[in-house]
């Protein structure tokens, strides 16, 4: 009936205008909706990334390694305050010990506690750097764990750097909403 020139008061020139504008509306939403799941992956992807590069980093620093190594946990908590305060963009970093308990945490009172998640394992037991996605303390998010190595290549203990879903929330709405 839409097309039937005999039942419509519209011209061939003006049905013809309408269907087209309906089809590049169509096209222009599809696309827009590929782009945005497109960006959204990567922006996780890249998140993730910084994640696991940053605890890379972070357990590779030999004043943390000497700090651990020695068991002295205020210079490995003002090493990881001064880090977080000024040079990452993350949620929190957490260092715990060769068994998982935390030496360090964004919450005083969680200190010498088993670090939560139950994703410690790779880390300290088979000394992989890995990318988790599990709820903390602090909240469900992805967080970039590596083991810190002693100079005898032995587990001394865990870095924990985490992004809240929260945070990535926001930068998808901050990177993607205006699209």
Do not use: C
Not at 86 to 108: A, L, Q, W
Not at 121 to 133: E, F, N, V
């Amino acid at each position: 009936p839409f097309l039937l020139p005999k039942r419509s008061s519209m011209t061939f020139k003006n049905r013809l205008f309408l269907l087209l504008l309906l089809v590049i509306s169509l096209q222009v939403v599809a696309i827009a909706v590929f782009v945005q799941f497109r960006l959204s992956d990567i922006l996780d992807k890249e998140v993730g990334h910084r994640a696991i590069l940053q605890a890379e980093q972070i357990a590779s620093r030999p004043i943390l390694i000497e700090a651990m190594e020695k068991h002295d946990y205020t210079t490995v908590r003002n090493y990881v305050d001064n880090l977080h305060n000024y040079y990452s963009d993350t949620n929190y970093i957490v260092i715990g010990d060769e068994h998982g308990i935390r030496v360090t945490h964004p919450d005083k009172d969680k200190i010498g506690y088993p670090m939560v998640g139950d994703d410690n394992s790779p880390a300290l037991l088979h000394k992989k750097t890995y990318l988790s996605l599990r709820e903390g303390s602090l909240g469900f998010g992805l967080r970039g764990k590596a083991p810190i190595l002693n100079h005898q290549g032995n587990v001394i203990g865990i870095v924990s750097v985490g992004y809240l879903f929260t945070t990535i929330h926001s930068w998808h709405n901050l990177y993607l909403k205006p699209m």
